[in-house]
């Protein structure tokens, strides 16, 4: 019989406790924290929804599985426990472990990207983009129309454009050394793509004679959107679809920290024996011997515990049914955030919250303090904080003016996530009272990291959303 409650399919034998704090006591933290929420001890937050990377809860099979890690430098049976388990839904020839995701993107684009290399995506993850530029290639971001506007309802948001991706590879196909695709795509919103559009890729890439690579890091909750939302494969186990998936493509990154269920570790696959050789020489140079790459044996057996644990459709289920309540709490709170709902987490849209609040005095940054004021939540700002800084000094307002609330893998209970809604209706009632920051310190790039804010007095003259010509100079 079907039931409107979708449990938690695990019961807690281990728990963390959570410090309370009281709002005088945050306003104190979050003042002395300059206003960033990156400089706040993780120990003063009583909800973490910063990331869902690495703050996974593992079971008490992967917890197990840590004592059978065999630390052996080369050869390690633990290896051969972590290779069996990938193969078992990635059939790649070569499996190279790595200490997390950036690092099996730095080898690969190492391997594959020059100066004059375009590499395609849906979007580039900010670490895939990063790896790709510090080569001097070019990292071209080619996502569905649809998968851009906050408000569109669409299965399949992170679709890559096949007709932009067809043009580059017949007018610049020989500068193109590999076509990647995320799953889902995390900078747009953890939105997934569809098997008829990977499908679509991996035939332009056969075509052009260019490998594709996947960048594969939430695999499973992008298998179970397909089941749900995909003609023809709702009677598809999910562990079908995900082996279906890999069929398609020529190699993968993977962090580990997403849909492997661990807190470090990640892996470069391939297929081409040339370049898993050139991989392993590099992997040699910076993370280790080929066998445990950047990782612990007992990294490695967690791994192969949680690959098993990850494709389980009643985790799925759950962990798709907690992201969408949340959502669908705050759509009903009249909270707008973009929809449909992804797999990790919700973004918030502060700019349609926040209306009396210009970009430039970062809405997010504001909704994001508030929200840590309010009930010791801590979530993201993804908007003019983090992309608005130019080069040059200067200063642009982003796209987007969002917070990401990411939900961490088997940890928070349906009540954690009540709390959360109930605060929400507390910042969404008082929200017209919510003031803007401006930024008094920052570093020259990424600063959204370390910046110091000072909220701006509620009758300030708002900025012009350009800065002056001498401001920006003068920064
Ligand atoms: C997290 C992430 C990465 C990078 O992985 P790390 O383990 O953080 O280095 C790459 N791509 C996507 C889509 C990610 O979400």
Known sequence: MDRDTIIEPFRIKSVEPIRMTDRAERERLIREANYNLFNLHADDVIIDLLTDSGTSAMSAAQWAGLMQGDESYAGSPSYFRFEEAVKDLMPFEHIIPTHQGRAAERILMGIVAD??????????????????????????????????????????????????????????GENVPIVMLTITNNSGGGQPVSLENI???????????????????????????????EDGYGDHSVKEIVREIFSHADGMTMSAKKD?????????????????????????????????????????????????????????????????????????????????????????????????????????????????????IRGVEIGSVMFGQQPDGSEEPARMELVRLAIPRRVYTQSHVDYVIECFEEVYDRREELTGFEITEEPPQLRHFTAHFQPLEPDAVHRETSVPEEVARAS
């Open 115 to 172: 100066p004059d290399a375009k590499i395609p995506s849906n979007t580039h993850f900010d670490t895939t983009r990063a790896n790709i530029e510090s080569t001097g290639a070019e990292a071209v971001d080619l996502v569905i129309e649809e998968g851009l506007d906050p408000d569109l309802e669409h299965p399949f948001k992170g679709n890559i454009d096949l007709d932009r991706l067809e043009t580059l590879l017949e007018d610049e």
């Open 199 to 229: 499908r679509g890729a991996a035939a332009l890439c056969e075509e052009h004679d260019v490998p594709f690579i996947l960048d594969a890091c939430r695999f499973a909750e992008n298998a179970y959107f397909i089941k749900q939302r």
């Open 260 to 376: 492997a269920l661990v807190n470090i570790g990640g892996w470069l696959a391939l297929d081409d024996d040339d370049w898993a050789r050139e991989a392993r020489n590099q992997l040699i140079l910076t993370e280790g011997f080929p066998t445990y790459g950047g990782l612990a044996g007992r990294d490695l057996e967690a791994i192969a515990v949680g690959l098993q644990e990850i494709v389980d459709e009643d985790y799925l289920e759950y962990r798709m049914a907690s992201t969408r309540y949340l959502g669908e709490a705050l759509t009903d709170l009249g909270v707008p955030i973009v929809t449909p709902v992804g797999g990790h987490a919700v973004y918030v849209n502060a700019k349609a919250l926040l209306p009396h609040i210009p970009p430039l005095e970062y809405p997010g940054q504001a909704l994001a303090v508030a929200l840590y004021t309010t009930g010791g």
